[in-house]
């Protein structure tokens, strides 16, 4: 496989968005669980192009259905999933109808890894469509590090003056106030339990 | 008109807000982070200022519960994790949602608004609490701190991103219209 790019499905998102909210790009999944990523995958495209995205599966969808399921609507965002992987024939009989696939709205493929040899082998028009826009679905941003929440508890005993095992001991016995830091604080030491 | 009748009146505000909590309907935690992260990313192409929201938002999973969170926990002056408006005011914020079937509900949240230097009022802090106090009138579950954190006055906007169009359409726009 290529050396594609690793992004997160958000700058992803953001790149179609960039462009206009249109074009076609592939998304590969390196691993993984294929339809939760595909959800995340869809929550983030609709997050940040502010447009309904659906998902057409393309293993069992005939050419009308294909043709159909892009054109009504021709303005939303699709993501076309070609779930475990193509075979060659699928691919073949995809690139024929590359000019009932164009739509003003934008696509993204998500496809296996395994997939790409096969689509620039056996559908080189669509292959023209994406051009060099293929990437492989990263980490997403945001998950809070080890370092960035013990630097968060450390501002919170600081500030109140006693320690984590005070706070859970506090909440334990009923006597930590409600308010949202002592939430906060709590679920950062996992005991959501207590709250 | 006595004030256990405004005791009354504050018991049956917390008991309102108990059922907005439990009838409003949001997705589930991870697609509220990513909703917040392209919320702020479109007001934040509004402003000049560099907030790289990639980095300064953040997620936090247990078992039970989740964690988002901007900025500092306390706010205690400006930080490179604060949300920089032009104004010269600034943000953070932290929300607890709770997995529940198919979506999340709110169990509780701090937006820390600071206005920019030499504004009359220091800041405005939305707070949700996890719980009922005791005392609802002085304290009610869900408050507004008007620039001081011993005063708690009741409001009743609940919804995460409804919070954020006050702070960006109504505190922003303020400030701006005021020169």
Not at chain 1, 26 to 50: I, M
Not at chain 1, 125 to 140: H, K, M, Q, V, W
Request: net charge negative; proline share 7%.
């Amino acid at each position: 496989m290529p050396d594609f790019e690793s992004q997160p499905f958000f700058q992803i998102a953001r790149r179609l968005e960039i462009r206009g909210g249109t074009g076609w790009l592939v998304v590969l999944n390196p691993a993984g669980d294929f339809t939760t990523d595909l959800n995340e995958l869809q929550t983030e495209l609709q997050s940040v192009l502010q447009k309904p995205v659906r998902v057409v599966e393309l293993e069992p969808s005939t050419f009308e259905q294909l043709r159909e399921a892009l054109h009504d609507p021709d303005d939303d965002a699709v993501v076309l999933s070609g779930g475990p992987g193509l075979a060659p024939e699928k691919w073949r009989s995809l690139d024929i109808m590359r000019s009932a696939m164009e739509r003003s709205g934008p696509v993204v493929l998500w496809l296996a890894p395994t997939d790409v040899a096969n689509l620039a082998n056996f559908a080189p028009n669509i292959r023209s469509l994406i051009g060099s826009e293929y990437f492989i679905a990263g980490p997403d941003g945001g998950i809070m590090t080890e370092a960035e929440r013990q630097e968060r508890l450390k501002e919170l005993s600081e500030h109140f003056g006693f320690t984590d095992e005070v706070a859970v001991r506090k909440a334990e016995a009923g006597e930590l106030p409600h308010d949202p830091e002592f939430v906060e604080w709590l679920v950062l030491l996992n005991r959501g339990d207590l709250v | 008109m006595t004030l256990e009748s405004a005791r009354q009146r504050a018991i049956a505000l917390d008991s309102k807000t108990e059922r907005q909590l439990a009838d409003q309907p949001l997705g589930p935690p991870k697609e509220v982070f990513r909703v917040i992260r392209a919320y702020l990313l479109r007001r934040s192409e509004e402003t000049d200022q560099r907030n790289n929201l990639y980095a300064l938002l953040k997620i936090y999973t247990t078992n039970d519960l989740v964690q988002i969170d901007l900025g500092p926990p306390i706010d205690k002056g400006p930080t490179d994790s604060h949300f920089r408006f032009d104004s010269g005011a600034r943000l953070c914020f932290g929300l607890t949602l709770c997995g529940v079937e198919d979506g999340s509900r709110l169990v509780a949240f701090r937006y820390h608004y600071t206005f920019p230097d030499g504004h009359s009022v220091k800041f405005l802090r939305f707070d949700l609490n996890d719980e009922v106090h005791p005392d609802p009138l002085a304290e009610p579950r869900c408050h507004l701190h008007p620039g001081t954190k011993d005063l708690r006055l009741p409001f009743s906007v609940l919804h995460p991103i409804e919070i954020l169009d006050r702070i960006f359409f109504v505190l922003e726009k303020a400030i701006a219209e005021k020169g």
